[in-house]
C-alpha cells in the first residue's frame, strides 16, 4: 500500500497505518508528514480532559455526533497514558464500533505508551497532524487529566474542555492549579445529578482565584448522556475560537505550541543519538578503560563521546 | 593566585576556590582536573549516609579525629542537596570550626544546590576529584539517605556507612530497599538509648531479606558523641576495603562508576549546549516562523537545530 497517496486519497486504513508507523519511530512516517505539511491548519483540534468517569467518551461522542449532523469529519484520538497497551481505550473503541466508527465521517484511534518510541506526545502530535492531513474537520483529543505528560498532550488542543461531574467536593480544591489553568471550557457534566449547581459555583470559585487574563472560561452544566447541553457546548467552542483570533491570543500560542513542539523533537532525536550510542559498548568500554588506565580522565572521556556524537549526525545528513 | 599551583603545593585556598569554579561550571576548573586527573585515585571514599538528626556529621567528625591520630590528612563533603543555598551545612561547619576545621590536616566543605551548574552530582565528582589530587588519604562524603541525586553522589564512595539510630522502628520498613543496598556497614548509633539491639536485630532481618551477594553488610552499635564504637567502624571500613579489592568487586564498582559519571558529563554537556540554543531565540523564532508560514514543517525545524548543534560543537574542537 502508498501510505501518503492512500492518506491524500482519504483512505482510513492509510491513516491508520501512517499513526502507527509513528508510535513505532519509523522515520519514513516523518518523511510522508514533512512532504505533506503544507496541508495541515484546516482542522480544530479540541481537548477533552478530566479525571476517570466524569463521562469524556460520552462528552467527545456526543459532541462528534452533533457535528457530523453538520456535515463535519471527525477525527478522536482517545490517549491513555497510564495504559502500555492501550487496553482499557479498545475496550472502550469496542462499544464504540456500534454507532460512531461505522460511520465513514469518523476516524477513532486509541494510543498508549505501547511501543510509542520518543514518547506517547510526539506520536499524538504526528497523529494529530496525519488526521489533519487527511482532511478532517475536528480532532478531539480525550485524555485522563492527570500527569504532566498528559498536559503536554491536551495542549496540543485549540480549545480545551476540562469535564467535571457534581460532587467534587475537596477533589477540585485537590486539582492542581496547573491542572486548572488548562481548561478553556469548563463542563459540568451529569449536572443532572444533586451538588451540579454547588460544583459549577466552585469551579467560579476557582477561576476567581487562579485567572488573570482577560478571557474567563465559561462553566456550563450538561448531560451528556442525554444529549443535555451539546450544542450549547459547541457554541462555547466556537465563541472561545472566535476571542483567540480576534485578540491574537491564538497566534501567540501556536507559535509557543509549535516551540515546543520543535524543541521536544530535537532533544527526543538527541537523546536517541545518545541512547544508541551508550548500547554501543565497545566504544564506551574502551573509553572507561583508558579512564581506569588514567590514561584518559573523565571529562575528556565525555568530550570523546561528544566528537563521536558530533560524527554520527554528520554522516546523517 | 596560581590555583594549579596553590593546589599541589597543598594550599587549602587554592582547593576550595577550584571547588567554588567546578560548582560555578567554570571550564578552567575541569582543565585544571584534566591535567591533574593522574593524581587521582590515592584517597578512600568513604560515604556517610541516614535520615536527618541520626547524627552522620558526629560520626564522621569522630572518624576523621582518630583517622587524624594516625596521621591521615582527611577531606570531608557535606551534601545537602535540599539546601539551595548550603544554609544548615554552613551552620554544622561553624560547630565544626572549632576543633576540625582548625586542622590543618583536615578540610571541610559543604555543597548544596547553591550555583552547581550542571547538577549537584558532577560538582560533588569534582571536589572529590580536587581533594584526591590535594593529597588526602580519606575523604568523607556526608549526605542524608533520601531522593535520587543523594544516592547517586553516595555511589562515588568506596565504602558507605549507612548511621541509623534505636526506635526506627517502622521508619526501617519505609526505607526503600534502593537504600539499604547501598550500605556497605550499618552502624547504630546513640545505641545506649533503649531498642538499639532491636533495631540492629531489623537491620539485619532486612539484610537477610534483600542481600543476595557473598559480601555481607556488618552492623554495628556504636556511640558516636562517646567515640563508642569509632575504632570498631575503621576496623570494619578496612575489612570491606579488603574484601572489595580481594573479591574484584571493587573494580568492577570502579569501572560502572566511571562510566556513569562519563555518560552524565556527556549528557550534561550535551544539555548545557541544547539550552543555550534555546536561549538563542533569533534562531529559535526564525525558524518557528517558518513552521507557522508553512515553509517548514516541525521535523525539518528539529532537523536544522540539529546541525546548528553540531556546527556548535564542531568550532567547540
Redesign the interface.
Known amino acids: 500500500m502508498d501510505i501518503k497517496a492512500g492518506l491524500l486519497k482519504k483512505d482510513k486504513r492509510a491513516a491508520a497505518r501512517l499513526i502507527s508507523m509513528m508510535e513505532n519511530g519509523e522515520s519514513e512516517a516523518?518523511q510522508i508528514?514533512?512532504e505533506c505539511?503544507?496541508m495541515?491548519?484546516h482542522a480544530r483540534i479540541i481537548g477533552i480532559t478530566g479525571a476517570p468517569g466524569v463521562g469524556k467518551s460520552t462528552v467527545t461522542d456526543k459532541l462528534a455526533k452533533q457535528l457530523r449532523k453538520e456535515g463535519k469529519q471527525i477525527g478522536i484520538i482517545a490517549v491513555d497514558p497510564t495504559s502500555p497497551f492501550t487496553g482499557g481505550a479498545i475496550l472502550g473503541d469496542r462499544v464504540r464500533m456500534t454507532d460512531l466508527n461505522t460511520d465513514p465521517g469518523v476516524f477513532i484511534r486509541s494510543m498508549g505508551t505501547r511501543g510509542a518510541l520518543g514518547g506517547l506526545s510526539k506520536a499524538v502530535?504526528g497523529a494529530v497532524k496525519i488526521l489533519d492531513i487527511f482532511g478532517m474537520d475536528y480532532i478531539f483529543i480525550e485524555t485522563v487529566g492527570v500527569g504532566q505528560s498528559e498536559i503536554d498532550i491536551v495542549k496540543l488542543a485549540d480549545t480545551v474542555i476540562m469535564v467535571m461531574v457534581p460532587g467534587l467536593g475537596d477533589d477540585i480544591q485537590a486539582i492542581k492549579a496547573g491542572i486548572m489553568e488548562i481548561g478553556d471550557i469548563f463542563a459540568v457534566n451529569k449536572s443532572d445529578r444533586d451538588g451540579a449547581d454547588r460544583t459549577a459555583a466552585e469551579i467560579e470559585a476557582m477561576l476567581d482565584f487562579n485567572r488573570s487574563e482577560e478571557y474567563r472560561p465559561p462553566v456550563l452544566n450538561i448531560i451528556a448522556r442525554d444529549n443535555g447541553g451539546i450544542e450549547e457546548l459547541i457554541r462555547l467552542v466556537e465563541e472561545h475560537w472566535e476571542y483567540e483570533n480576534k485578540s491574537g491570543s491564538y497566534?501567540k500560542k501556536?507559535?509557543n505550541r509549535?516551540?515546543a513542539?520543535?524543541?521536544d523533537?530535537?532533544?527526543d532525536?538527541?537523546m536517541r543519538t545518545?541512547h544508541s550510542m551508550?548500547e554501543n559498548t565497545n566504544i564506551?568500554n574502551e573509553?572507561?578503560q583508558k579512564?581506569?588506565d588514567?590514561q584518559l580522565?573523565?571529562?575528556?572521556?565525555?568530550?570523546r563521546?561528544?566528537?563521536e556524537?558530533?560524527e554520527n549526525?554528520?554522516h546523517k545528513?
Chains 1, 2 share one sequence.
Open positions: 516523518v508528514i514533512k505539511y503544507g495541515t491548519g502530535h497566534k501556536k507559535s509549535l516551540k513542539e520543535v524543541m523533537i530535537f532533544r532525536s538527541i545518545v551508550s564506551i573509553l572507561i579512564v581506569m588514567k580522565d573523565p571529562y575528556s572521556a565525555a568530550d563521546l561528544m566528537d556524537f558530533t549526525q554528520r545528513f
